[in-house]
């Protein structure tokens, strides 16, 4: 996150044409997933929802990763991902267009569509959140905010095509997307990148429990949402991801990522009004909100990843792959609103008994949220190697903590707050240059300011400080 110095301008980030590969590698590759799977335009009968097969798959391939991560992890650094990852998607985009036409073979194509397609979808998320893991909070927030965002445009304009032209989209996505993660990846510096190795930690429940809890919530009404709103590629998604991103742009100089982990109530909130404006507003308002409740509470729950990641060392597939399967939770909580739907209760009683479950799993997420204070929590996760690499991630958290107590403090500004971390990483000025897009003269000024607000005079007396503290 950068400072706009040439207009003058402290509260806005710059350099966002850094944004673009990634925009377009997750942009793309969530319109793929939405044209074939989400909300096909194009699809032939078959007795059973791919989709669902996909989800299933989708998860079981996370799961994988996450298990397999200590030998795979960097996936971009692996020769077979990315020749594997795009002819898993070009093979389910072809059976995809196949299927309408060939009504014999419509069900096997739709299985084998479904479950190259999951396992394509899930490893260019992986590898997108590689190139993204080694930016600062704020650009992550807000590279991944507009990668959402405008993929709910190029939907709509693909809606309007024909089945050829659709046909040739649905081929060209898997290959831009993949060639702008790839991109993205290679344009990080290569001491920057998300290293191999990692410790054994006991996986962070916490984040995992609270994502489960809002994904079973969101299949509950699923099947109620109004037209335009859904946690994929939908009006209701652009709209708070839209908002997301201009509130964090324009306030960016003054923005702290541990907000949005200081004010979850804004998000229970959401869910708790689904109940009153109900009633008041109709359906299509309890549908707008559930949805943009889920869609900032993904957002949410993948900072911390991220914020976890960079922290403690751990390789960030190993993160994210094992929440993939949180995705199996939204297809039981559909399943449990069919099944509710086939008792002989009346539809009356049906809403009531679905509003009351989901105020109880909003309030356990509540509880959830709140059991943490802020965001250098460890949110359930514990190391369990005593090697060195183990100390060293300790020793990391215990400076990433000694580092908030400075910031609060001393009144550090929240891009203060950034550099005095770097720096006490041992960051050279030109890899603080390169991880923030921010110029030389710029760093030079921030440095300056620090060090008057601090009453010290070089990095040194920076170290003894922190490491005064973090001992």
Known sequence: MALLSKHGDSHRVDHLEQMIPYLFALGCARVWMTLTFAAPLYSAPVPFDPHTVFDYGYAIVGISVGLLARRIAPLQEQRWTKPLTLAAMLVSSACVLAAPSLPLQASALSVVA???????????????????????????????????????????????LDEARL??????????????????????????????????????????ALFAIYSFVYGLREHQLAAGAGMHS???????????????????????????????????????????????????????????SYTLMSLLIALLLYDLSKRLGIAIIALSGFTKAVTLFSVWGN????????????????????????????????????????????????????GDLSEESLRSERISERCSEVTKQYRLSPREDEIVR?????????????????????????????????????????????DAGAR
């Open 167 to 208: 046909g040739i989209v649905v081929v060209a996505l898997p290959i831009i997307a993949l060639g702008c993660a790839s991109f993205a990846y290679k344009s990080t510096p290569e001491a920057d990148r998300p290293k191999g190795a990692y410790p054994k930690f006991a996986f962070p429940w916490k984040p995992v």
């Open 335 to 386: 399943d449990c609103a069919s099944l509710l739907a086939a008792t002989p209760l009346s539809d009356q009683t049906q809403d009531i008994v679905i509003m009351v479950v989901v105020v109880m799993l909003v309030l356990a997420g509540t509880l959830i949220l709140l059991s943490e204070k802020e965001l250098a929590s460890k949110w359930g996760i514990r190391m369990l190697e005593t």
């Open 422 to 466: 770097l720096l006490a990483q041992g960051k050279t000025n030109a890899a603080i240059e390169r991880e923030l897009f921010i110029a030389s003269g710029t760093l030079k000024a921030h440095i300056q300011h620090i060090y008057v607000k601090l009453g010290i005079h070089s990095r040194k007396e920076l170290a003894e400080l922190v």
């Open 114 to 160: 479904a479950v190259s397609g999951s396992l394509g979808f899930c490893l260019i998320l992986l590898m997108v959140t590689e190139a993204l893991v080694p930016l600062s909070l704020i650009r992550i927030a807000l590279y991944t905010a507009a990668s959402r965002f405008i993929a709910v445009p190029l939907v709509y304009l693909c809606e309007g």
């Open 234 to 292: 939908s009006l209701s998604t652009a709209i708070i991801m839209g908002a997301f991103f201009v509130v964090v742009y324009l306030f960016s100089g003054r923005f702290s990522v541990s907000a949005l982990y200081r004010s979850p109530m804004l998000l229970m909130v959401c869910g708790l009004l689904l109940i009153p404006a109900e009633g008041l507003l109709g359906t299509a308002a309890s549908s707008y909100l559930i949805s943009m």
